[in-house]
DNA sequence: ATTATGTTTAACATTTTTGTTAAACAACAA
DNA sequence: TTGTTGTTTAACAAAAATGTTAAACATAAT
């Protein structure tokens, strides 16, 4: 019945993060969880003690995951041109791949306002150096790199949260959705870059 | 104690949106809204039967506050720019008030998918043409309408929805955040029309 | 075959959240 | 006063979700 190969632990955060992050409902309950990894609900309690610590535990790997994405590419030694682009499409894909993980560390850590590492907000800060040189050299358009940080984000993340919302409202298809989508990756690229 | 002025229901009501839309606790349970309009839980009950109708009947307001200010504007007789920038202005003051209403008829859509009215559908398509007009006549970079669409609407409430994430990473507190949302208005205008 | 180990299950218990009822209360009219 | 109406409350009931326990099961080591 279950799938053994990689242990029902990991089933069960594996199809825990699939109905979060790729079916977007983020309050499943544990049964929920437990009918779709296709396991008794009991083992949510036997490997994760309680609902919360597995919620934790999946929230954490989520964050770890995108870090583990975006961080090289924030830190790669790369022209701006370059590491904007790869950006771009390093965090869209991964945003195709999980459209509600955007949402779930979002309204997450609204419920906790979790405090942000040190670490992370210094690759904040050398990304927004990185900005403001640019600006300078005449690349981006002159403004606060603030907004332009936020501005890139919106972009990106946005379109994929509202993806249910917006098919309906542009009578548009999964694969004309999903093709937008792509098209995106380079338009995005051109809106904030001339 | 509680505040008689508009009867019980409208302040059952208007604490269910404030908890839900300001606050961002889009799952309070009815004791949460109760205790912050300090009437007794079963009040709740009385007025709305049950916890399911008060949500229904709050999102539909909801919604129908979102149409009943945006909607004048959609179908305004004004030049496209002047249209866009009453857009971008009503869209935004309304966000800034109730910066997780977004959020929460994004999140239900996505629950409950829900179909859109042929209404609505109309006043999107004749926006679109609008924008390809103006494509034409050269005033806006050449695009996908609905991706000129995607991209205003993303840069005006994805950064609404994430303010208490981005304060932390980008370090602001709430008044230079205020500042950047204001400012956005004029920015984002410049960014989609040249 | 037996023991030991980790895994899975069913049955039960607890907690949390929601819904119902009947009675108390207040304001007002007859 | 009494009765009427709508509002509010407390106590209770029910449902939903979560957590615990003990026993069954499988597998491999002794």
Same mark, same amino acid.
């Given at each position: 019945?279950a799938v053994?190969?990689?242990?029902?632990e990991?089933?069960?955060?594996d199809?825990?993060?699939r109905?979060?992050?790729?079916?977007?409902?983020?309050?499943?309950?544990?049964?929920d969880?437990a009918?779709?990894?296709?396991?008794?609900?009991?083992?949510?309690?036997?490997?994760f003690?309680?609902?919360?610590?597995?919620?934790?535990q999946?929230a954490?790997?989520a964050r770890?995951?995108?870090?583990a994405?975006? $961080? #090289?590419?924030?830190?790669?030694?790369?022209e701006f041109?370059?590491?904007?682009e790869? +950006? *771009? !499409?390093?965090?869209m894909?991964?945003?195709?791949?999980?459209p509600?993980?955007e949402?779930y560390?979002?309204t997450?850590?609204?419920?906790?306002s979790?405090?942000i590492?040190?670490?992370?907000k210094?690759?904040?800060?050398?990304?927004?150096?990185?900005?403001?040189?640019?600006?300078?050299?005449?690349?981006?358009?002159?403004? $606060? #790199?603030?907004?332009?940080?936020?501005?890139?984000?919106?972009?990106?993340?946005?379109? +994929? *949260? !509202?993806t249910?919302?917006n098919k309906?409202?542009?009578?548009?298809?999964?694969?004309e959705?999903?093709?937008?989508?792509k098209d995106?990756?380079?338009?995005?690229?051109?809106?904030?870059?001339?």
């Open positions: 019945m053994k190969d990689k242990g029902t990991q089933l069960i955060k199809t825990a993060k109905i979060f992050f790729s079916e977007g409902k983020l309050h499943a309950t544990t049964q969880i009918d779709a990894a296709g396991v008794n609900r009991t083992l949510l309690n036997y490997y003690r309680s609902r919360d610590i597995l919620f934790e999946v954490t790997e770890q995951e995108m870090s994405v975006l $961080d #090289p590419v924030f830190e790669a030694e790369l041109k370059e590491k904007l790869k +950006l *771009i !499409t390093v965090f894909d991964q945003a195709m791949k999980f509600y993980r949402m560390v979002v997450e850590f609204n419920r906790t979790r405090v590492p040190e670490e992370k210094t690759i904040v800060k050398r990304f927004l150096k990185e900005i403001s040189a640019e600006m300078d050299k005449g690349k981006i358009r002159k403004m $606060d #790199p603030k907004q332009f940080c936020i501005n890139l984000f919106a972009l990106m993340a946005y379109p +994929l *949260i !509202t249910c919302l309906s409202l542009y009578n548009v298809n999964d694969a959705y999903l093709k937008l989508m995106r990756k380079k338009l995005i690229f051109e809106m904030i870059y001339q």
